[in-house]
T-cell receptor, first 115, second 118 residues
Framework: GENVEQHPSTLSVQEGDSAVIKCTYSDSASNYFPWYKQELGKRPQLIIDIRSNVGEKKDQRIAVTLNKTAKHFSLHITETQPEDSAVYFCAASISRAGGGNKLTFGTGTQLKVEL | GAVVSQHPSWVICKSGTSVKIECRSLDFQATTMFWYRQFPKQSLMLMATSNEGSKATYEQGVEKDKFLINHASLTLSTLTVTSAHPEDSSFYIC??????????????FGQGTRLTVV
């Protein structure tokens, strides 16, 4: 089955700096890669996702890059703010029309943005 | 985004009793629902996948007789933790995928249920 590795497990940055979280996946058939932000005791919130036919996607301060050949994808947060502090999870799945395929999650990154 | 409602948000039960957790999709038909368990400071671990009207598919190491999953309709799935023990204490969270929502790719999560077995 799919295996997703995520690094680093903790990341501390100064407000205004950039943060980068990296993930690798094992199944070359995976074609959908979402990123979730989870605050303590709450549900994961989708912040950005990318499909395998795209190499990069950006949404304001958040961007995701995908390298299918190397089977890795990264989350980039620019101009970090204290409210960005949370646990971030990457995930991978094989997504087909008509099929609800499972997400395999990375181990999570605790991001702390310090003033 | 779509709304998935999970209840209860927290429950405390005595060891040996059973607990039922409900997951409802409020504004779309959830063809597939997923149940996850999350221990403190850990990732979401998939327990089982259920498709409406069929038996759930359990992940390796998850006891299907202990974690009963029912997905009787396109808007409701339930997880029953039978004969709960303290080691079952965890954060249980469902997610749903369905027709008409992001081409069946995006998964929408419930609020989660904090189960404490005493």
């Amino acid at each position: 089955g799919e295996n997703v590795e995520q690094h680093p497990s903790t990341l501390s940055v100064q407000e205004g700096d950039s943060a980068v979280i990296k993930c690798t996946y094992s199944d070359s058939a995976s074609n959908y890669f979402p990123w979730y932000k989870q605050e303590l005791g709450k549900r994961p919130q989708l912040i950005i996702d990318i499909r395998s036919n795209v190499g990069e996607k950006k949404d304001q301060r958040i961007a995701v890059t995908l390298n299918k050949t190397a089977k890795h994808f990264s989350l980039h947060i620019t101009e970090t703010q204290p409210e960005d502090s949370a646990v971030y999870f990457c995930a991978a799945s094989i997504s087909r029309a008509g099929g609800g395929n499972k997400l395999t999650f990375g181990t999570g990154t605790q991001l702390k943005v310090e003033l | 985004g779509a709304v998935v409602s999970q209840h209860p948000s927290w429950v405390i039960c005595k060891s040996g009793t059973s607990v039922k957790i409900e997951c409802r999709s409020l504004d779309f038909q959830a063809t597939t629902m997923f149940w996850y368990r999350q221990f403190p400071k850990q990732s979401l671990m998939l327990m089982a996948t259920s498709n409406e009207g069929s038996k759930a598919t359990y992940e390796q190491g998850v006891e299907k007789d202990k974690f009963l999953i029912n997905h009787a309709s396109l808007t409701l799935s339930t997880l029953t933790v039978t004969s709960a023990h303290p080691e079952d204490s965890s954060f249980y969270i469902c997610s749903a995928r369905g027709w008409g929502r992001a081409l069946n790719t995006e998964a929408f999560f419930g609020q989660g249920t904090r189960l404490t077995v005493v």
